[in-house]
């Protein structure tokens, strides 16, 4: 049932040339399945597996101009991504003193990041994990539903990633050394204990071999949907029936809190459309308080810079 919602939901927001069409359909059917009592969980290698996919992809689009680009600009960088920190933690912090959600959790709740390193902050320092998982992760859902409608705005027509059919050509000496990269810098990743280590070891690992031209990094088209998918059923599956019960009351503080850090991050790229000529999509992915994942598939469904979307980043 999961996999048929998905594919309905996706060829209907395809058809509407929704950019992440094949993230945001999964994610809404897993979503709906799963709060009406549906027990279904993803195997955890095919999660791994997915991101590390993300890291990939990203990798490919970093060029020896993206690198010198950024040591150029690298107090920028810092310093959005410092803004984005203090704007959540202060967010945080008014929820806690106004007593809307208590201390702890209210600031693990709205500080940008990975998600799941947040949740085990919280239950470490006593705070109610149930209601930061459902902070984060609503928060996700409406960065990437944001950011889709921002790049039909900006960028019209950039929800055709797929447009040249899901298998094309490929080169298969390629896409070996592309899954050899994927299992090694996964392994790295997951090895350091990093958050988003499985994405993160095979974009580093990935960027540099692709800076010098040691390897031409190949993903077909389903591989790439399939990941997509399963990132998005991973943010859906986290709406359970006990974390929306544990967060109705607070649903209000939660939506106020998330549209005040959108709309600080919203200046933010303004901010660097106005006086460094980035392309207003870029630099909303740049600062956009989301997931990294979700960022990455969004910035690759339109035609916008996606490297540049990273290093502004305070994810992970």
Known sequence: MLIALSAMAAAVLQ???????????????????????????????????????MGCLVARSITSSIVGGFIIHWPLFLGVVALSIIASAAVGWVMSRLRVIPGTTAVLGTLPGAAPVMMLMAEAYGADFRLVAFMQYLRVVMVAAVASLVSLIFVPGGGGRFS?????????????????????????????????????????????????????????????????????????????????????????????????????????????TAFFHIDPLTAYLATSPGGVDAAAIIAASTKVDTPSSWPCRPSG
Request: net charge positive.
């Open 164 to 272: 040249s059919g899901y298998f094309p050509p490929i080169s298969l000496p390629d896409l070996t050394a592309t899954a050899i990269l994927a299992m090694i810098g996964g392994s790295i990743g997951l090895g350091l204990r990093i958050p988003a280590g499985a994405l993160l070891g095979p974009l580093v690992l990935g960027a540099v071999l692709n800076v010098f031209g040691w390897v031409s990094i190949e993903l077909p088209p389903v591989v790439l949907a399939a990941s997509f998918a399963l990132i998005g059923w991973n943010i859906g599956l986290r709406f359970t029936h006990d974390v929306l019960t544990a967060a109705a009351r607070a649903l209000p503080q939660c939506l106020v809190a998330i549209v005040l850090l959108m709309a600080f991050c919203g200046i933010l790229a303004g901010t660097l």
């Open 15 to 53: 058809c509407a040339r929704l950019p992440a069409a094949a993230m945001l359909g999964p994610l809404a059917a897993a979503a709906l399945l799963q709060a009406s009592g549906g027990a279904v969980m993803v195997p955890r290698v095919f999660l791994i597996a997915a991101q590390a996919i």
